[in-house]
Structure formats: structure tokens, C-alpha cells
């Protein structure tokens, strides 16, 4: 049997489906979030959702990338995780300051990263990037675990400024790449 390959400009591909999956189940995941807080049912939810965000990426780079699919993957993984930490900045159980920076940069970034795009360039996702994104969903797990969240709430806190300082590294690397490519053109 052969496998499915998909071109560039393909819309309805696998790994599409489950990126299109995982942004119709957030708001389910977010009312969650704010009903029931550290529940294991929400982090069952999250777990999903989170670790989806790997199958897809897995099967696009399987059956060939999109650029349907490179908009819309980083875009369900923003609303994703930020907005799992807003609700968790609601239910005080993350403090404000930490995910402000961290929406900052990736609003920042979406809005640097888009401009670039009409001008022609393109910033592939960085190692760093994909690292923070991990360390941002394991924060947000740590925070839903109820475990942690009523024992060691700090292991969420931690997880949570690490997430922040490879996001703003990240984000440091990302508007160098875009000003030597700049530079170069």
C-alpha cells in the first residue's frame, strides 16, 4: 500500500484534520479549565490536545507540509496554550506577570513573523521554539495535575518562568534570523 503525499497547497490532509480538531476542542478544554480547574478529566483533555500538537506535525512531515498547515498549526497551538494560561491566571493558579510576557512574545512574534511572510520571507520553527512550546504544555499539565496542583503548586510555577525564559529566547533568536534575512536581501 502507498502512502498519501500532499502537496504544498492541499487544504483536507491528516495532519490538517487533527490541527482543525484540536482548535475546535479548545473552547471545550478552556470551559473546563474555568468549571472544574485541576481536575483529571481536564488534564486527560489536555493531554490530548497537547500531545496532538505532535501527531499532526508527525503526519505533515510523513505526507508533506502545507502552507494551510504551517498557518494554522502555530495558531491552534497559541490558542491552546495561551489561552490554558489566561483561564489559569483566572483561577489564580498562575500569576499574571509570567504569561503576559509569554502572550506578549507570541502575539509579537505571530504579528513579525506575518509581516516578514509578505514580504517574501520565511522563518522556519526554530528547535528553541519547539522546546519552549513543550515546556509551556508541560507548565499548564503540571498546573491541571491535581497532584501538583494541590501539593507542590511550585513545580507549575517553576515550569511556568522556564517557560517564559525560552520563550522570550526563542523569540530573541527568531527576530535575529529575520534581520539577517533582511540584511541580506
Given amino acids: 500500500m502507498t502512502e498519501a503525499s500532499y ?4 487544504l483536507l490532509t491528516p495532519a490538517n484534520a487533527i490541527t482543525l480538531a484540536r482548535l475546535a476542542l479548545t473552547p471545550v478544554l478552556l470551559s473546563s479549565i474555568v468549571e472544574t480547574g485541576d481536575a483529571w478529566s481536564t488534564l486527560a483533555l489536555w493531554i490530548l490536545l497537547a500531545g496532538s500538537d505532535g501527531v499532526d506535525g508527525w503526519l505533515a512531515r510523513k505526507q508533506g507540509t502545507t502552507r494551510s498547515g504551517a498557518f494554522l498549526d502555530p495558531l491552534a497551538d497559541k490558542f491552546l496554550v ?3 494560561m489566561v483561564c489559569l491566571v483566572a483561577a489564580d493558579s498562575f500569576w499574571w506577570v509570567p504569561v503576559a510576557v ?4 507570541e502575539i509579537s512574534l505571530t504579528a ?3 509581516y516578514l511572510g509578505r514580504r517574501g520571507i520565511s522563518l522556519p520553527a526554530r528547535w528553541s521554539a519547539k522546546v519552549k512550546t513543550v515546556v509551556q504544555e508541560v507548565a499548564v499539565g503540571f498546573a491541571l495535575l491535581p497532584l501538583s496542583a494541590h501539593h507542590a503548586p511550585w513545580i507549575a510555577e517553576l515550569a511556568l ?6 520563550t522570550v529566547w526563542s523569540g530573541i533568536q527568531y527576530l535575529a534570523d529575520g ?7
Avoid at 502537496?7 to 492541499?10: H, K, T, Y
Avoid at 509569554?102 to 512574545?105: K, Q, S, T
Avoid at 518562568?161 to 525560552?166: E, G, K, N, Y
Avoid at 534581520?179 to 536581501?185: E, I, M, N, Q
Wanted: charged letters at 15%; hydrophobic letters at 55%.
Fill in 112 to 114: 513579525y513573523r506575518s
Fill in 161 to 166: 518562568w522556564l517557560a517564559m525564559v525560552l
Fill in 102 to 105: 509569554i502572550a506578549f512574545r
Fill in 82 to 84: 495561551l489561552g490554558a
Fill in 7 to 10: 502537496g504544498p497547497s492541499a
Fill in 179 to 185: 534581520r539577517r534575512t533582511t540584511v541580506a536581501l
